[in-house]
């Protein structure tokens, strides 16, 4: 294996070290009334015989037949947004979120039959990674990635690279708050040892609240040498679903890909 392809199946994995793997217990207290609680009732007063009228005719008011009506809600089918000129929105409904990245990257869901079209389409640029990604197809979809994007232009500061976009998709327990998943992944990636200058803040999406997550790695390619790499990582939870989307790129590219990151993800949309 070349040290192009090497580089190319670290940075897959790498992007998607975080999985949430523990669960929180949570405790839940009932309160319920005394059993030697007792109750003062007033006493009953003596009723009185009710006095007799003679009967009185009231004519009876003539009213329509009462008909019982039953309204069924339907579902809301959510309205996406679709991408401005120059984009592509991909909408994935069976795992409950849509996403536009620039129409010159390469997208696809991850699952193998979605991706032969984008290894038709990685072909053309660079064969070498189409071969590599092909091959790490079925564990990145056992993983959990959904989707994964590539950006195919070529950037001479790193010709070696493709940045690329991951979106990965996990349950998490009911119990789970958003919280707690931040905190337990960040946990998770510090243990890993591969992380470096990690970064974090809480930001405000049109999806929602999420936790932007910025950090340094290198990697081992041959030997002593060491590839560096850039990661942006989103993280967001919606009905009981984990989202973590995974940015990749060469730190000579960071500065100059970070505001495409940020608007990628901004255009993120459920789709449930």
Known sequence: MTSQQKLIVYVLVLANILIFCCGLPVAIWFMLPSEDQTIASAPTPALKAAPTFPPTAIPSPTLPPTTATRVIPLPATPVLTPAEPGWTLHSLPQDGFAISVPTSWAAQPSDPAALASLMRQVQEKNPQYAKVLGSQAPQMAAAGIKFIAIDLTPQPEAPNFATNLNVLRHTIPSATTFDAYVNTNVKQLQDSGIAKSITRRRVKLPAGD??????????????????????????????????????????KLDAKYFPLFEKIVRSLQWTQ
């Open 210 to 251: 999420a936790e932007e997550i910025r950090y340094a790695a290198a990697m081992a390619i041959t030997g002593a040498e060491k590839t560096q790499m850039a990661l942006t990582q989103y993280l967001l939870v919606r009905n009981q679903q984990g989202y973590v989307l995974s940015f990749t790129t060469d730190p």
